[in-house]
């Protein structure tokens, strides 16, 4: 688990401001479950086979004997929450977002670490195709507001509960007399998750699966009409995709419509995000039975696949003060100019420093103009204001201070 330290952050808060601002325009209202649950929540909702349930996830017995697991995703969580309150009577549709923590722990890897951040949404109340629309194109437009470019949106259809059933069959028939040639986790997962055997990227297994039955052949007559329609509307509105008929994710609950959005930045494990159907989870939570479809995306992966961007930094003022009553003269102007100029940042000396060394610190906090104020400066109502680039320094009478410092801003 990392720190994000103050240099870092203003890369976070750009990403979650502008999908804040984003998400809200097409919709979708925050939500903030807790990031400790059940742990059979999980385990029912994400399966009992799957990696993140058997190997990743941070689970523990509380002081009363209770099992809880700290949150591995957001989507159960929600789909609890959706039932718990009865968000059905609320509105047909809910559109929500999240952005918070989630736990896993897997082997730390770049861009991977034991707690890590997500931005996801889910779209609960409806099995119409444009729903999975809805939530791709808001996808794509939000990543390329963040300045990413790039990013592949793969494709795939799982089909319903049927249809999985019938294909896991059909593939562990296939793979029966396979299985000395699959790799070591693959033989597992032939026993208890054999859909994950599509997605293994090593190169015997993937070898194996070259002639393997292909997912999209066992889609029923409603899974294939609705997979046609959702390729038909990305392609009618313009959006690229892969069609993946590897794709397959690693939670139990999916159904129909997956995806998944990868970047060239990323290297061998280059998801940034994944997402798709879950027509059966809210009705298994004990809620309607309602279609819903969703996604997620790990905010360090995003910040990986941006690489390098220039920071903005804020416009900033010092004032620097000497003696008893400049300073609070000083803590007065402060507050006077963060009234009237709007988004600058104001520093005032706390340390009790000599000028020089206040000097220095307005520049590492990247000061552009430094305010100072002493005796003399007080007696004569006037104050002088330096410029940290050029170094000059030039009397200004106090009452024109602030229109002073909006010009040099300004330029
Ligand atoms: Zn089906
Ligand atoms: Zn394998």
Redesign the pocket.
Known sequence: MEDILPQDMWVWRRIEDVARKQLESYGYREIRTPILEETRLFTRAIGEATDIVSKEMYTFTDRKGRQLTLRPEGTAPIARAYVEHSMDKISPIAMLYYIGSMFRSERPQKGRSRQFHQIGVEIIGTTLPVADINVIIQLRNMLKSFGLRDFIIKLNSL??S??KDAFAEKLCGYLRDKEKLLCEDCRVRVKKNVLRVLDCKNENCKKVLSKAPNIGDS??????KHFKEVKDMLEKLQIEFEEAKNLVRGLDYYT?TVFEVTHPALGSQDAIGAGGRYDNLVKEFGGPDVGAVGYALGIERIIMALGKIEEQIPKTVFIATMGYEPKIMGLQLAEEIRKKLKGITVFTDVKGSSLKSQFRNADRNGARVVIIIGEDELKSKKTTIRDMKSREQVSVGMDTVINEIEKRLGE
Do not use: I, T
């Open positions: 089909g319903c049927k249809d889609l029923c007559g409603m899974c294939n129909g």
